[in-house]
């Protein structure tokens, strides 16, 4: 499950993979298809990991998740 984040603040293990999908171009729909999830969850996740990161844009996103 990817409901436990490590640390506070800290994505859970599934925002952590939405959010990498998402910083690397793929829409929610497309996300979704990869993740074999529904489009609002990709959504949920989203959000989360936009106000985890305190972020308003997939730019920022990206700028803000490490390297992979």
Known sequence: G???PGAAGALTASEQ???ELAAQGLTNKQIAA???VSVR???AHLAQAFAKLRVSS???LARRLPPS
């Open 41 to 43: 969850t990709v959504e």
């Open 34 to 36: 990869r993740l074999v």
């Open 58 to 60: 997939r730019t920022q």
């Open 2 to 4: 990817g409901r436990r």
């Open 17 to 19: 993979r939405v959010a």
